[in-house]
Nanobody, 113 residues
Framework: QVRLVESGGGLVQPGGSLRLSCAAT????????VAWYRQPPGKQRELVAS??????TDYADSVKGRFTISRDLKNTAYLQMNSLEPEDTGVYLC????????WGQGTQVTVSS
C-alpha cells in the first residue's frame, strides 16, 4: 500500500520560508505526477504545484516565482516556499498518481506576524 507522509509545516512570519517534504513508500519516479495541494481555512482545496515524469513543472499563478517543486532520486518530493504571505496559510497535502491516486494526511502552514 502506497503511503505519502508530509512534513515541514509550521508557523512563519510573512516574508519567511518553509520547505515541505513528501516521503513516499516507493520510488518517487513510480508516479506519473506528484503534486502539492493546499486547503485554506474555509475554502476549497486548490492545486499549488505539480511535477511530472519528465520533470515538467507547473504552478498556480499565485505562487509562481515564490514556490519551487522538486524531487530527489529516491522517494521524496519537496515544496520550497519563499516570500510567504498570509494568504498562503492552509493545510498542504501531497498527491501522487500512478497505478492509483494517493494523498498524504497534510501538514499545516500558518503565515502570520
Amino acid at each position: 500500500q502506497v503511503r505519502l507522509v508530509e512534513s515541514g509545516g509550521g508557523l512563519v512570519q510573512p516574508g519567511g520560508s518553509l520547505r515541505l517534504s513528501c516521503a513516499a513508500t516507493e520510488s518517487i519516479f513510480s508516479f506519473t505526477v506528484v503534486a502539492w495541494y493546499r486547503q485554506p481555512p474555509g475554502k476549497q482545496r486548490e492545486l499549488v504545484a505539480s511535477i511530472r515524469g519528465g520533470g515538467y513543472t507547473d504552478y498556480a499563478d499565485s505562487v509562481k516565482g515564490r514556490f519551487t517543486i522538486s524531487r530527489d532520486l529516491k522517494n521524496t518530493a519537496y515544496l520550497q516556499m519563499n516570500s510567504l504571505e498570509p494568504e498562503d496559510t492552509g493545510v498542504y497535502l501531497c498527491y501522487a498518481h500512478g497505478g492509483g491516486e494517493y494523498w498524504g494526511q497534510g501538514t499545516q502552514v500558518t503565515v502570520s506576524s
